[in-house]
């Protein structure tokens, strides 16, 4: 059945941020064809959606891989807008950085092309990371980040360590988003740039990000001395920026989405209060000392009239207590 709404698309629907939209996306009256990889190899736990409550109506799961853009193409048509989430993942670099490049651009650049050849298509939301606008290296305190901040990418490469392809492929994935939606007038394509994303989960698989996300519970000492400041956004308050910027005619371009700058002794306190025992060991804080967080500005976002719903208490308590009871924690 046809949601009040219409019909949307949702790539690499069975991840954290994906599903969460779905279940966003089902409420606000939309139908969903939702998309996980064909290869039997990964294949994906759909559960989580297939019980949510309007899925029965207007949820339909479909097998596309970015490694075969041509399998979108069925997906996306009678679609009025896609929302593309689906990345290659790896965080422990086993997968040539390479690949994951060409896999991420020219899959994305398929599914655009899908779209465009649709002709029923009318907006697309790319969800980047903020891995596509960091700075590296000596900065002054408190610099503000914007859409107009680009990853270096040689620099990130440089720096060898599993995460810097993550890094590179989001910022060119994103580049080349960008550019086709300039050479191509009839899709309008924006962008999103969710910070660290966080909070509650509706998966029954543990989210492969909270350990790079919150360390002191989930990490490990390679982990959490990368994360003298870091930068959060509540995950339902991504999905609403996500179909906020679906919905809002003005949006265009890059959209960073982030709600707190914060230092890594602010979360060690506010970790304390609630869940003391889950904590590692914190005696390297006391050699650490407390820097002023750069701050990624979401101006442009809230400027549109986006407002932020969530704090950072609960998004780290809704988070743990997620984690808590489906036995991760």
Not at 8 to 21: D, E, N, P, Q, R
Not at 144 to 167: C, R
Not at 235 to 253: H, N, R, T, W, Y
Request: charged share 25%; with cysteine; proline share 5%.
């Amino acid at each position: 059945m046809e949601g009040e709404k219409g019909t949307v698309c949702v790539t690499g629907g069975a991840g954290y941020i994906a599903s969460w939209l779905i279940m966003r996306l089902l409420k606000h009256g939309y139908s969903v064809r939702a998309t996980v990889r064909s290869d039997p190899k990964f294949k994906e736990d759909t559960s989580h959606l297939i019980s949510l409550p309007e899925a029965p109506e207007r949820l339909q799961i479909f097998d596309a891989d970015l490694e075969k853009p041509e399998s979108f193409e069925a997906v996306v048509d009678g679609c009025i807008g896609v929302f593309h989430l689906s990345h290659p993942m790896d965080f422990e670099g086993k997968i040539p950085t390479e690949s994951i490049i060409k896999t991420s651009v020219e899959g994305t650049l398929g599914i655009l092309r899908a779209c465009l050849n649709s002709k029923t298509v009318k907006k697309v939301v790319y969800t980047s990371s903020i891995a596509a606008a960091l700075l590296v290296g000596n900065t002054e305190d408190g610099t503000v980040i914007d859409e107009n901040t680009w990853s270096d990418m040689k620099a990130f490469t440089d720096l060898d360590f599993p995460g810097a392809a993550y890094i590179v492929s989001k910022t060119l994935t994103e580049r080349a988003v960008l550019e086709f939606s300039k050479e191509c007038h009839g899709l309008d394509v924006v962008t999103i740039l969710p910070a660290a994303v966080f909070g509650p989960f509706i998966s029954s698989t543990f989210p492969p990000a909270f350990p790079m996300s919150l360390p002191l519970i989930f990490g490990k000492e390679e982990h959490y001395m990368l994360f003298e400041t870091a930068h959060y956004v509540h995950i339902d308050d991504v999905a609403s920026a996500q179909i906020f910027l679906f919905e809002c005619p003005k949006s265009e371009g890059r959209h960073l989405c982030c709600k707190f700058d914060v230092t890594i002794q602010e979360v060690a306190k506010l970790l304390s209060i609630k869940w003391s025992k889950h904590l590692l060991p914190l005696d390297f804080l006391c050699k650490m000392e407390e820097k002023i967080p750069n701050h990624l500005s979401s101006k442009k976002l809230m400027d549109l009239g986006f407002s932020f719903k969530y704090n950072l208490e609960e998004m780290i308590d809704g988070a743990l207590q997620c984690c808590k009871e489906k036995g991760f924690l």
